[in-house]
């Protein structure tokens, strides 16, 4: 049994910042928290980033791709998600999901999931 949980969504103007944090706990060779995704009204949930635990290799969505970073701390569990440059198409709920260490850019990929934080973007 893994739980995430994600902090640090909120309401920013376009341009803004902000950073999500997504800590694992109950951890298992399954629950290492390695991807976000999204997902926006009346949108199916879509990739944004993913990170592998070990090595530190890095996929990003095309959408997000040097407006976005994607980090982990490994020492305390911990996935993060730095955004820049919000534009108002960022709105949606973010997730952070885990798996077995790897990368993947589908939701295939993932074994647990986090409850999600908003991230509203105004215009």
């Known amino acids: 049994q893994v739980q995430l949980v994600e902090s640090g969504g909120g309401l920013v103007q376009t341009g803004g910042s902000l950073t999500l944090s997504c800590v694992a706990s109950?951890?298992?060779?399954?629950?290492?928290?390695t991807g976000w995704f999204r997902q926006a009204p009346g949108k199916e949930r879509e990739f944004v980033a993913a990170?592998?635990?070990?090595?530190?290799?890095?996929a990003c969505a095309n959408s997000v791709k040097d407006r976005f970073t994607i980090s982990r701390d490994n020492a305390k569990n911990t996935l993060y998600l730095q955004m820049n440059s919000l534009k108002f198409e960022d709105t949606a709920v973010y997730y952070c999901?885990?798996?077995?260490?790897?990368?993947?850019?589908?939701?295939?990929?993932?074994?647990?999931w986090g409850q999600g934080t908003q991230v509203t973007v105004s215009s």
């Open positions: 999901a885990a798996n077995t260490g790897g990368i993947s850019t589908s939701l295939a990929g993932y074994y647990y």
């Open positions: 109950g951890r298992t060779f399954r629950g290492f928290p």
């Open positions: 990170i592998s635990w070990v090595g530190g290799s890095t």
